[in-house]
């Protein structure tokens, strides 16, 4: 069961009339009121409610945290606390914007990214440092071994299996409770960053404090400190390392959620990733036991061209993602959802700039958050389609792209005369400045409806309106594509046979 939700009441809702698209574009001179809150629900049982989830986990995450506090500082003392956090919290910074950066083109919500942070700072850590800490006294009193040989055994088998597991462990919920925010290999690969990275910061507080701690008893400064050297090895050299190993869980889970159901792959995917970062994680490890120069040829001969090897994967699904948004949102435009222009403006990431920078210079930071928002509804509409191409898309496709488009039809008058601005401001100029009436020769627009400043339109001639004669039939029916889908058939015509706003306009 689900239903419909939004305020006011339904009924009440005003129906918005299509645009004449034989008359001159309305002038943008006024930036809409908030949009009304309007969205899919579907109906769930009471322990099945997102409140409640919330609630519990916040207070998972919250008593962990304070069990992790107050062992770490059991171990270190207070002051060796202070100093590692103090140490350990400079490179996350860095590590984080990094992560935003490359997951900009189609934002994963912030309380998916925050749990992922959260969770590995205090589950993850904390789990690891139990599961270890038992395993080590397992492996003494079974084998009777030395102490060194006990704990080179912990760090190069035991470790990786405890703690990519646990780090794993928030990318696993993530997919079987959001797993329609995995689109792309991208999304999988900046959960388990910000996972290992919270991992990593509650880590480094431990060892840098009890480096600390050992300096000040034995009377050790300077370079010459074991607080130094594990403040370079740690956080100078690998501060990639734990992202590095859970980023190929991260990528197996992130093909199992692109993989139509019923494939190997499905199953494949997530476990080979989880024993590959296992794999890395126990070769990391084990160079610990090696001479310096065996631990710089393992570093320069294994771990800097799998980090070079996941930047590519990384940057090339980053590509990917806007090939998807230039190849899926050509179908809305041609139903009269979006303009022309628009599924190239938001292929690029500098054209989105353009046109939030311009919507804020013309009506304020209002109107560049309504543009920010109508590019995040375009941009996971054209993934949901794409999934819904592969099969992959799930029983509510239907009710979550009336959504989508039922937030760019509120949002269209603000974003898109910006997103047109921004379509001429990144067009390539030609090589030889073209007659007014020769742009349709010379780019892909037919017309350039706004002028040089955004929010000031141009006259344009009734006669050389792209839309002042509309054909019978201006757009070829589109053929759908094979696929599995059960709404195959609305592919071609999203909506057709519906009133506005959600019928658009008849093709």
């Known amino acids: 069961m689900s239903s419909y939700s939004h305020s006011p009441d339904s009924s009440d809702h005003p129906v918005p009339e299509y645009p004449d698209h034989a008359q001159q574009a309305p002038e943008f ?123 080179t055994w912990g760090a190069t088998f035991v470790a990786p299996l405890v703690e990519e597991t646990a780090k794993g462990a928030a990318i696993l919920l993530l997919f079987l409770f959001r797993r329609r925010h995995f689109e792309s290999v991208v999304d999988g690969i900046v959960i388990a960053g910000l996972t290992a990275t919270g991992f990593a910061f509650t880590e480094n507080i431990l060892y840098l404090g009890s480096a600390f701690g ?154 560049g958050r309504t543009v920010r928002e109508y590019i995040a509804f375009a941009t996971h509409l054209a993934f949901l389609r794409a999934a819904a191409r592969r099969g992959t898309a799930g029983p509510h496709f239907a009710a979550r792209e009336q959504e989508l488009l039922h937030h760019l039809w509120q949002r269209k008058d603000v974003a898109q005369p910006a997103l047109t601005h921004a379509a001429w401001a990144t067009r390539p100029a030609p090589a030889a400045p073209p007659v007014w009436g020769q742009w349709q020769q010379h780019g892909p627009y037919p017309q350039r409806p706004y002028g040089q400043h955004y929010g000031t339109q141009q006259p344009v001639p009734a006669q050389q309106h792209p839309h002042a004669q509309p054909q019978t039939q201006p757009y070829a029916q589109p053929q759908p594509q094979t696929h599995t889908h059960t709404q195959a058939q609305t592919y071609a015509q999203p909506y057709a046979q519906q009133q506005p706003p959600y019928g658009g306009p008849n093709i």
């Open 29 to 151: 001179t006024a930036v809409p009121t908030a949009p009304e809150q309007w969205h899919y629900k579907p109906r769930r049982a009471f322990w099945e409610s997102k409140a409640v989830r919330a609630g519990a986990l916040f207070t998972l995450l919250a008593l962990c945290g304070v069990i992790i506090l107050a062992l770490v500082r059991q171990q270190i003392g207070t002051e060796g606390f202070f100093v590692g956090l103090a140490l350990s919290i400079l490179p996350v910074p860095l590590l984080i914007w990094a992560f935003v950066w490359l997951d900009r083109v189609e934002p994963s919500p912030w309380k998916n990214l925050v749990f992922a942070f959260s969770w590995g700072a205090c589950a993850a850590t904390l789990v690891a440092i139990l599961a270890n800490e038992y395993a080590t006294e397992l492996l003494a009193t079974t084998f009777t071994a030395s102490p060194s040989q006990t704990d």
């Open 214 to 367: 050992e300096d000040q008893a034995y009377g050790s400064s300077g370079l010459q400190s074991s607080t130094a050297a594990t403040f370079f090895v740690r956080v100078v050299m690998t501060p990639f390392a734990h992202p590095l190993f859970t980023a190929m869980t991260g990528t197996g889970f992130a093909i199992a959620a692109m993989t139509r159901p019923g494939r190997r792959w499905r199953w494949l995917a997530p476990v080979g990733g989880w024993l590959l970062a296992m794999l890395l994680h126990g070769i990391w490890n084990s160079s610990a036991s090696l001479p310096p120069l065996g631990f710089l040829a393992m570093y320069g001969a294994i771990m800097i061209p799998v980090f070079a090897l996941v930047v590519w994967l990384a940057v090339w699904s980053r590509s990917k993602e806007l090939h998807t948004i230039r190849t899926q949102l050509p179908v809305y435009a041609m139903a009269g959802w979006l303009t022309p222009p628009e599924p190239v403006v938001l292929a690029s990431m500098k054209a989105r700039s353009v046109a939030r920078a311009a919507a804020r210079r013309a009506h304020g930071d209002a109107a």
